[in-house]
């Protein structure tokens, strides 16, 4: 598949209470990465993922899909063009890769993932 899903964010307002909640009903393993107050999940084989306490905490507790893509500047033109709204443009996470959020024209959100190895 060109575009696959490469990874599911969780983003919720009692993160300690997920992790407890996802680590007893899946054998999922956590990594955490403190200086980006991220956690990584690790699930052995498929899409991995991570949790994050929301950014905003007007926006409901969340998981979001992210597509993997050649080239995510673009693709994110590409899906504003298409009558998606822009959430969060393209940003880099270091040595990782680039992402961006958005709101489809239908109300679905997702993301999408350019690997720094891609660019």
Not at 6 to 32: I, N, Q, R
């Given at each position: 598949m060109a575009?696959?899903?490469?990874?599911?964010?969780?983003?919720?307002?009692?993160?300690?209470?997920?992790?407890?909640?996802?680590?007893?009903?899946?054998?999922?393993?956590?990594?955490?990465?403190p200086d980006m107050g991220y956690t990584m999940i690790k699930v052995g084989e498929g899409t991995g993922g991570g949790m994050m306490e929301k950014p905003d905490p007007g926006i409901p507790d969340i998981w979001l899909p992210y597509i993997l893509v050649d080239d995510v500047a673009t693709t994110t033109k590409k899906a504003k063009a298409l009558g998606a709204t822009i959430v969060k443009d393209v940003t880099e996470v270091p040595g990782m890769g680039w992402f961006s959020v958005m709101i489809d024209p239908t109300g679905a959100a997702f993301g999408m993932w350019q690997s720094k190895t891609d660019k």
């Open positions: 575009n696959p899903f490469v990874h599911v964010e969780l983003a919720t307002k009692d993160l300690e209470k997920s992790k407890k909640f996802y680590t007893s009903l899946f054998a999922w393993k956590l990594e955490e990465m």
